[in-house]
């Protein structure tokens, strides 16, 4: 059985920090892609950063130069260390752990609320 969790998420206050972590279990992560995502009330769901099998990154421009996406592949996980956080990353972040355009799983989501 496939079960993708996610942990860190928190009340932080403007200016902030948080690390968000996603553990697989079920898969062997390291042959997927793996990604955060982001909804927040009201909006779709969007993609915030990701990162191949390879090792290759990318980001919403949005984040650039906040948030940086890792993975331990010995420990199935990966991180997402969110910096300078803004009121706008208020959301329930995902993570997603993506094989193929049919063979995807998803996290419960965790909250990340940024205010003062």
């Known amino acids: 059985q496939v079960q993708i969790v996610e942990s860190g998420g928190d009340l932080v206050q403007p200016g902030g920090s948080l690390r968000l972590s996603c553990v697989a279990s079920?898969?062997?992560?390291?042959?997927?892609?793996m990604g955060w995502y982001r909804q927040a009330p009201g909006k779709q769901r969007e993609l915030v950063a990701r990162?191949?099998?390879?090792?290759?990154?990318n980001y919403a421009d949005s984040v650039k130069g906040r948030f940086a996406i890792s993975r331990d592949n010995a420990k199935n996980t990966v991180f997402l260390q969110m910096n300078s956080l803004k009121p706008e990353d208020t959301a329930v972040y995902y993570c997603?752990?993506?094989?193929?355009?049919?063979?995807?799983?998803w996290g419960q989501g965790t909250q990340v609320t940024v205010s003062s």
């Open positions: 990162m191949t099998s390879t090792g290759s990154a």
């Open positions: 997603n752990a993506q094989r193929s355009i049919v063979v995807y799983y």
């Open positions: 079920g898969i062997d992560s390291s042959i997927y892609t």
